[in-house]
């Protein structure tokens, strides 16, 4: 079982940059599989990024790549989503979420949700 707590959100210009952070409970986070996914007003949730345990490897949206950054830090239990260049479309509430199988870009491979953490990009 873990616990999951979103941070970092907030308003940003068109543009700009925020860093969100993931952090979980539990002594066996560095073996779960990690994604963020977001869901914008009035349309369902999608995928982000990914990033597997033990190796770290990640995975993107093929729209995000080269523009967020997943991360993570085994030993403060805690992932990050660095967001560069933000657009008004990217706004929408995220989402941390947990696997203990390989992390997939679909969300009903995870089991484990935490409440979301609300970003709002202004052009």
């Known amino acids: 079982q873990v616990q999951l707590v979103e941070s970092g959100g907030g308003l940003v210009q068109a543009g700009g940059s925020l860093r969100l952070s993931c952090a979980a409970s539990g002594r066996t986070f560095g073996s779960y599989g990690m994604g963020w996914f977001r869901q914008a007003p009035g349309k369902e949730r999608e995928f982000v990024a990914a990033i597997a345990w033990p190796y770290g490897r990640t995975y993107y949206a093929d729209s995000l790549k080269g523009l967020f950054t997943i991360s993570r830090d085994n030993a403060k239990s805690t992932v990050y989503l660095q967001m560069n260049s933000l657009k008004p479309e990217d706004t929408g509430v995220y989402y941390c979420?947990?696997?203990?199988?390989?992390?997939?870009?679909?969300?009903?491979?995870?089991?484990?949700w935490g409440q979301g953490t609300q970003v709002t990009v202004s052009s």
């Open positions: 979420a947990a696997t203990t199988t390989f992390p997939s870009m679909n969300e009903r491979g995870y089991a484990f």
